[in-house]
């Protein structure tokens, strides 16, 4: 099963700003969507951010809307997602995953993505 690598992440005050990458192994597949999913402890994981591939549409959750931005790149064949996030609270402490979709379909439902990467952690203080 391939898996999307995460990279990024980590312990931040209120305020601070952190960028997450989330690379498709190169030749794996082609993407039409990716996303940004959220986790924190004791909840559901949640939508955050999604972009197409083609159109470059993208999608926000209102909690983070205005504070998030999400780019993607295709440099040599590989295929990046980033999650740029600025004005960071405590209530965006959770781990957070990236995802793909192959098909053509530009989702905020979690089961519609094929492909995960392995989750990481940011940590938020007040």
């Known amino acids: 099963q391939v898996q999307l690598v995460q990279s990024g992440g980590g312990l931040v005050q209120a305020g601070d700003s952190l960028v997450l990458s989330c690379a498709v192994p190169?030749?794996?597949?082609?993407?039409?969507?990716m996303a940004w999913f959220r986790q924190a402890p004791g909840k559901e994981r949640e939508f955050v951010g999604a972009i197409t591939w083609m159109e470059n549409r993208k999608d926000y959750a209102d909690s983070v809307k205005d504070r998030f931005t999400i780019s993607i790149s295709r440099y040599n064949a590989k295929d990046t997602l980033y999650l740029q996030m600025n004005g960071l609270k405590p209530e965006d402490t959770a781990i957070y995953y990236c995802a793909a979709a192959i098909k053509a379909i530009f989702p905020r439902a979690i089961s519609l993505y094929d492909y995960w990467g392995q989750g990481t952690q940011v940590t938020v203080s007040s």
């Open positions: 190169e030749g794996a597949f082609r993407p039409y969507s």
